[in-house]
């Protein structure tokens, strides 16, 4: 794109096929950091403040918003200003170079968290589902504070290369991140692929396969065993079947582009609105999560409470605004009147 010769032409603001992925790479981003944002925020404080959703599955949900809020926030600030305003130079000057090491320190340990939540939280399920009886045996209080501390360090194993002195944390032009990278290291771009984005991917999909098994099964044993009040416990078990395939196919839609990268193309020389379609899709797992696995008719609930509280309290405010300007105009009034006497 530029003027010739001082004269303009529309031809001019044409995009190219590459242009056009960037900036709907940027625009997917942008969709990201609001439902992101607002939808983790929003899994939050309905599983804090409602009662009714205290239980050890929903502690972990809350981990993952923790995480997928810190993507939404943190590190998809720095993937649309470096697309802006030319991060490889705005990230290079003074302390915005610090800035983006620790932006990309944190991009790293959340990127690697969030997809391990998923991973206890498949696990969680399949447990709950397939073993009734053994579940709240194991994932009591002391189980839901073991598997909290095991997500956390699952998420600083991203940081062991960065620690041993391999790659790298800055902002990567190609990614358009700040970022830890291992782009000059075979080893640690296989390290930040396998624990980030492949473990999780074939843990969550083989404990989906179970579930799906299973519920199969039973579906099958129902239909022989009895034609009396199954259809509720049928319809719940095949919509938990189909969410939790919904799932996996997502996560692997959003993961499997960026890993592909990151494991096959060592040397980065796939194009660049390749990798930023990819991260952009990464962040999109983060967004969507708060929808696939809060989309339950207790949070739908909790949700509707929370903004009714919400803006009841703002009601509240101006009402009591109101009263207080009612309150000191009356009081004007009478000083004035006195003052009249």
Same mark, same amino acid.
């Given at each position: 794109?530029?003027?010739?010769?001082?004269?303009?032409?529309?031809?001019? &603001?044409? #995009?190219?096929?590459?242009?056009?992925?960037?900036?709907?790479?940027?625009?997917?981003?942008? /969709?990201?950091?609001?439902?992101?944002?607002?939808?983790? &925020?929003?899994?939050?404080?309905?599983?804090?403040?409602?009662?009714?959703?205290?239980?050890?599955?929903?502690?972990?949900?809350?981990?993952?918003?923790?995480?997928?809020?810190?993507?939404? %926030?943190?590190?998809?600030? %720095?993937?649309?200003?470096?697309?802006?305003?030319?991060?490889?130079? !705005?990230?290079?000057?003074?302390?915005?170079?610090?800035?983006?090491?620790?932006?990309? /320190?944190?991009?790293?340990?959340?990127?690697?968290?969030?997809?391990?939540?998923?991973?206890?939280?498949?696990?969680?399920?399949?447990?709950?589902?397939?073993?009734?009886?053994?579940?709240?045996?194991? !994932? +009591?209080?002391?189980?839901? %504070?073991?598997?909290?501390?095991?997500?956390?360090?699952?998420?600083?194993?991203? #940081?062991?290369?960065?620690?041993?002195?391999?790659?790298?944390?800055?902002?990567?032009?190609?990614?358009?991140?700040?970022?830890?990278?291992? $782009?000059?290291?075979?080893?640690?771009?296989?390290?930040?692929?396998?624990?980030?984005?492949?473990?999780?991917? *074939?843990?969550?999909?083989? !404990? +989906?396969? @179970?579930?799906?098994?299973?519920?199969?099964?039973?579906?099958?044993?129902?239909?022989?065993?009895? +034609?009396?009040? $199954?259809?509720?416990?049928?319809?719940?078990?095949?919509?938990?079947?189909?969410? @939790? *395939?919904?799932?996996?196919?997502?996560?692997?839609?959003?993961?499997?582009?960026?890993?592909?990268?990151?494991?096959?193309?060592?040397?980065?020389?796939?194009?660049?609105?390749?990798?930023?379609?990819?991260?952009? !899709?990464?962040?999109?797992?983060?967004? &969507?999560?708060?929808?696939?696995?809060?989309?339950?008719?207790?949070?739908? $609930?909790?949700?509707? %409470?929370?903004?009714?509280?919400?803006?009841?309290?703002?009601?509240?405010?101006?009402?009591?605004?109101?009263?207080?300007?009612?309150?000191?105009?009356?009081?004007?009034?009478?000083?004035?009147?006195?003052?009249?006497?």
């Amino acid at each position: 794109m530029g003027l010739g010769n001082g004269s303009f032409s529309w031809s001019d &603001l044409t #995009l190219s096929g590459e242009d056009t992925l960037v900036v709907l790479s940027w625009f997917i981003e942008l /969709l990201s950091v609001f439902f992101g944002t607002f939808g983790n &925020l929003l899994v939050i404080f309905s599983v804090l403040t409602q009662r009714s959703l205290w239980s050890s599955a929903n502690m972990l949900v809350v981990q993952l918003a923790i995480f997928d809020f810190g993507i939404s %926030t943190v590190v998809q600030f %720095t993937a649309m200003s470096g697309m802006l305003w030319r991060g490889e130079e !705005f990230y290079a000057r003074g302390n915005w170079k610090a800035i983006c090491k620790v932006f990309g /320190l944190i991009c790293a340990f959340c990127c690697c968290a969030s997809p391990g939540a998923l991973t206890v939280i498949s696990f969680n399920r399949w447990l709950c589902i397939t073993k009734p009886q053994l579940y709240p045996r194991i !994932f +009591n209080r002391r189980g839901t %504070t073991a598997a909290i501390i095991f997500i956390w360090l699952y998420g600083s194993l991203r #940081l062991v290369p960065y620690i041993s002195g391999r790659g790298s944390v800055g902002y990567d032009y190609v990614l358009s991140l700040c970022v830890f990278s291992g $782009k000059s290291d075979t080893f640690t771009s296989l390290w930040i692929s396998i624990f980030s984005i492949w473990i999780p991917i *074939s843990v969550v999909a083989l !404990f +989906n396969v @179970l579930i799906f098994g299973y519920v199969h099964s039973i579906k099958k044993s129902l239909r022989k065993i009895s +034609n009396n009040n $199954k259809d509720n416990q049928l319809k719940e078990e095949i919509q938990l079947a189909k969410t @939790l *395939s919904i799932v996996s196919v997502v996560l692997f839609i959003c993961l499997v582009p960026l890993s592909s990268g990151y494991t096959f193309d060592k040397d980065r020389s796939w194009s660049r609105p390749y990798y930023l379609m990819a991260t952009a !899709f990464y962040h999109l797992n983060s967004s &969507l999560n708060p929808i696939l696995y809060a989309a339950h008719h207790r949070f739908r $609930k909790a949700y509707l %409470t929370l903004f009714i509280k919400i803006f009841t309290c703002c009601g509240k405010r101006e009402s009591l605004n109101n009263e207080s300007l009612r309150y000191s105009s009356k009081s004007i009034e009478l000083s004035s009147s006195g003052l009249e006497k």
